[in-house]
């Protein structure tokens, strides 16, 4: 399945996504429930759009505070959001809903651990309730103050096992992990942990938004056909996170062109 999260036309709202994105070709979308209302009147207009429900984002997305998406600051409350997300996406069918970890901020590194090991354990609790896989995202080493405490697949891998969660995979975002050192072995010998893929390219520096794929340096050609090789028969999942003061992003174009775009660049890498 071909999808396209919706954080890649982040003006335009769900019914429009919706629209747009079938429109394109796209087979699913990735939800961020930042575009949610109400439900029954979205899970009607997602039936009558055709599209199936890739990889989901939470409201409040990480377990520690960050610096990127706002949200409570006390960690309770973060918990308890990702666990009633899980409850709610469980509605829409989702291969899989992700979460980050948040950065130590002003805690140790061993205290984060702990607290983000027991916040896993109970949204992954919540989601074995309702039928919905977690999937732990780990985010880019440039971004490590800001977003996570796990940076690489094995990384996150291991945050997993020290809170004892075999069973929780990994949301493996191509934009983060390309330049692992070890990335072509991580994708071939955990692919059976990997609960979606996002597919986006990196642009070379000064540039920090995302490419469309093929459009980068990341080699998501490459990377693709590795996941296909080793036996991934998930999503592909396109997000693309623009600029909104450059009018070549992204971001700066109507949904219906975006999704177009972003339909043409994958289509164009896919093993």
């Known amino acids: 399945m071909l ?12 019914r429009e996504d919706l629209r747009a994105y079938a ?3 796209f087979d699913g979308i990735g939800i961020w429930e930042s575009k949610l209302g109400d439900d029954e009147a979205d899970l009607a207009a997602l039936r009558e759009s055709g599209l199936r429900v890739a990889n989901c984002v939470p409201l409040v997305p990480s377990i520690l505070p960050n610096a990127v998406i ?3 600051l006390d960690v309770e409350e973060r918990i308890e959001s990702l666990c009633a997300s899980m409850a709610r996406f469980a509605r829409y069918g989702p291969e899989s809903v992700l979460c980050l970890t948040g950065p130590a901020g002003e805690l140790d590194e061993t205290e984060a651990r702990r607290v983000v090991a027991e916040g ?8 074995a309730t309702a039928g919905v896989r977690l999937g732990l995202e780990p985010i880019h080493a440039s971004e490590r103050e800001a977003l996570t405490l796990v940076t690489t697949i094995p990384e996150a891998l291991a945050l997993l096992a020290e809170a004892g969660l075999p069973d929780v995979g990994i949301m493996v975002d191509l934009w983060h992990v390309w330049d692992t050192p070890t990335v072509e072995h991580d994708l071939r010998e955990h692919v059976d942990r990997i609960t979606g893929v996002h597919v986006a390219d990196w642009f070379p520096p000064p540039r920090t938004d995302r490419a469309l794929p093929g459009e980068g340096v990341s080699r998501t050609r490459e990377l693709l056909a590795i996941l296909a090789d080793a036996g991934f028969r998930g999503s592909w999942d396109v ?3 623009g600029d909104p003061q450059r009018p070549d992003s992204l971001w700066s174009l109507p949904v219906d062109e975006a999704a177009r775009r972003a ?3 994958a289509v164009g890498v896919l093993p």
């Open 263 to 265: 339909y043409e660049a």
């Open 3 to 14: 999808s396209l999260s919706e954080i890649s036309t982040v003006g335009a709202s769900f």
């Open 120 to 127: 896993l354990t109970r949204i992954a609790a919540a989601g």
């Open 239 to 241: 997000e693309i996170f």
């Open 70 to 72: 706002e949200g409570p």
């Open 23 to 25: 429109a394109a070709g």
